[in-house]
């Protein structure tokens, strides 16, 4: 079964530094999305991305962050200098954009940043 | 703006008993979607059913059956005949339009456990 798949499964950085998360969405998609997860709370919405550019961003999507799909498979999140608060775990999603909301998630990043 | 109020945060249950998850959502879109995913413990993300707002036919799918009731705002899950691998974070989640690019709003999430 096609699945979307993270890297890397967690990653620990110091504050200030630039991170990269990478993700391969499934192969026939073509919404992307990136959402992240404080631990114990919800889900939150940070960017979508078609056709090669950002469709939708949330307020939390600053400056610090920027999407890209550099080739015809990956898709990543940059933040380039990240933060305390930037500590979560970081879901990609992708969807063929025929059904609504059913979007297929990896199974996430884990950022700790100390 | 959109809002999904999970009111339950820990939910608790022996094996082989029937478990309802409430779900209340707001939105001023007439036309809109819900959905439930789970989190199991490895963490990742597991679409469960979407239901769009013009649909408000109930839906038994083996043990899980969703209870839509457009009128009081509501998307509630049960889970019959519960069993351990059920233990899990259950999100509901509410998209914003009809379009095929539509962000997601979650609930909280419901953390529910399931005793042998």
């Known amino acids: 079964e096609p699945e979307v798949t993270q890297t890397p499964s967690h990653q620990v950085t110091q504050m200030g530094q630039e991170v990269i998360l990478r993700c391969v969405p499934i192969?026939?998609?073509?919404?992307f999305y990136w959402y992240r997860q404080i631990l114990g709370q919800k889900v939150e919405f940070l960017v979508s991305?078609?056709?090669?550019?950002?469709?939708?961003k949330s307020e939390i999507f600053d400056d610090q962050f920027s999407v890209e799909r550099p080739d015809g498979s990956n898709f990543t999140l940059k933040i380039r200098s990240t933060k305390l608060e930037d500590s979560a775990m970081y879901f990609c999603?992708?969807?063929?954009?025929?059904?609504?909301?059913?979007?297929?998630f990896g199974e996430g990043s884990r950022l700790t940043v100390l | 703006a959109q809002k999904v109020t999970q009111a339950q945060t820990e939910i608790s249950v022996v094996e082989k008993e029937d478990v309802t998850l409430d779900c209340v959502y707001e939105?001023?879109?007439?036309?809109?979607?819900l959905f439930w995913y789970k989190q199991p413990p490895s963490g990742e993300l597991v679409f469960l059913i979407r239901?769009?707002?013009?649909?408000?036919q109930n839906e038994i799918s083996g043990r899980y059956s969703w209870n839509f009731q457009k009128s009081t705002s509501s998307f509630n899950f049960t889970i019959t005949a519960s069993q351990v691998v059920d233990s899990a974070v259950y999100f509901c989640?509410?998209?914003?339009?009809?379009?095929?690019?539509?962000?997601?709003?979650f609930g909280k999430g419901i953390t529910l456990s399931v005793r042998p």
């Open positions: 999603a992708s969807g063929s954009g025929r059904n609504t909301g059913e979007l297929f």
């Open positions: 192969s026939n998609h073509l919404y």
């Open positions: 991305f078609y056709n090669n550019e950002i469709s939708e």
């Open positions: 939105t001023r879109d007439t036309t809109y979607y």
């Open positions: 239901r769009n707002s013009f649909d408000e």
């Open positions: 989640a509410l998209s914003d339009g009809p379009g095929a690019n539509s962000k997601l709003t």
